[in-house]
């Protein structure tokens, strides 16, 4: 792992995107990621750059988006991340305002932060990863990410992005404050239906607090495009049956007899309001229940 820093003011021709991002692959799950925050309305619409069949790509302060676009075509032909970055660095006239980081198919990573970038500004380049931030509080911010993605690498991959965001932010973040956050993660086949490489891709363009919102953002998709863990799969008892039936009547889904019972009008009830939250996919049998949508449900009730 290695830290570049650079402190010289540039010059304001372009509007800067100061920001602070994690560009990663998970060797395990061949998954690459981006996660990225900005004091920048919708940042991650510029900043993030992903293709399971190339790399991922983070390209910010007076961000060139050919090196988004064309850097993918780059690493997709065989470029290492340092081979990619060279050139790119060499077709562009105004390179000294930028900063971009890049992981390529293998899990090489490289980084780079012109000495036009404002302070503070700099990156880390580790194994399969890097991290970049320019007009940060300090160098405590890329320092944070790194050790919090080095820290909870047992986390899959989406977690650990924006665990490492929340870590950046701890040591003081962009230092002009907080707007925008994105996560974007791909992997072959890995979108809805497995129709693209698109696994997840969460934007939070204007808030006061983007990163919280981001995680909120992400327990959602998992709970509702994710996979029902064996841990969350419980036979209807009783005291789970009183739980649902009470919440649901509180949803207005269910007016039957509140007795505990999974029956049929119990049941209706139920995959009637999965259906209206879009909880088809953790709807189980046998009398069987996700207690993850269940604990859902309950918390809908009290926010």
């Known amino acids: ?30 998954e690459f990621g981006i996660a990225v925050q900005s004091k920048f309305l919708a940042c991650a619409s510029v900043v993030s750059w992903a293709k399971a069949s190339a790399g991922a790509i983070a390209t910010q302060s007076f961000a060139n988006l050919d090196y988004g676009e064309l850097g993918l075509k780059l690493l997709e032909k065989g ?28 899990g090489n990573a490289a980084a780079f932060t012109g000495k036009g970038c404002n302070s503070w500004a700099g990156h880390i380049v580790g194994e399969s990863y890097c991290c970049q931030g320019n007009i940060l509080a300090g160098e405590a911010v890329v320092k944070n990410i790194s050790d919090s993605f080095l820290k909870n690498k047992d986390m899959p991959l989406p977690e650990r992005l924006v665990e490492a965001l929340s870590a950046g932010q701890e040591a003081g973040g962009d230092k002009r404050g907080m707007q925008a956050a994105g996560l974007l993660v791909v992997k072959e086949g890995g979108s809805y239906g497995g129709y693209n490489d698109r696994m997840i891709d969460l934007r939070v363009d204007d808030d006061p607090l983007p990163i919280e919102k ?69 709807l189980l049998s046998d009398g069987k229940i996700d207690m993850a949508v269940i604990d859902y449900l309950e918390k809908s009730i009290i926010s």
């Open 1 to 30: 792992m290695w830290l570049l820093v650079s402190q010289i003011q540039g010059d304001d021709k372009m509007r800067q995107i100061n920001t602070f991002s994690i560009v990663a692959k998970d060797q395990k799950t061949g």
């Open 214 to 282: 981001l995680k909120d953002l992400l327990y959602m998709h998992r709970l509702y495009f994710g996979n029902t863990l064996p841990k969350d799969v419980k036979v209807v008892d009783k005291e789970i049956g009183l739980r649902i039936q009470t919440a649901l009547t509180k949803k207005g889904f269910y007016s039957g007899e509140i007795n505990g019972l999974f029956d049929d009008s119990t049941q209706k009830a139920y995959i009637s309001y999965c259906g209206h939250d879009n909880f088809e996919e953790r």
């Open 79 to 106: 470029y290492s991340a340092q081979k990619t970055l060279d050139a790119l660095l060499a077709l562009d006239s105004d390179n000294n305002a930028r900063q971009v980081g890049i992981v390529d198919k293998n």
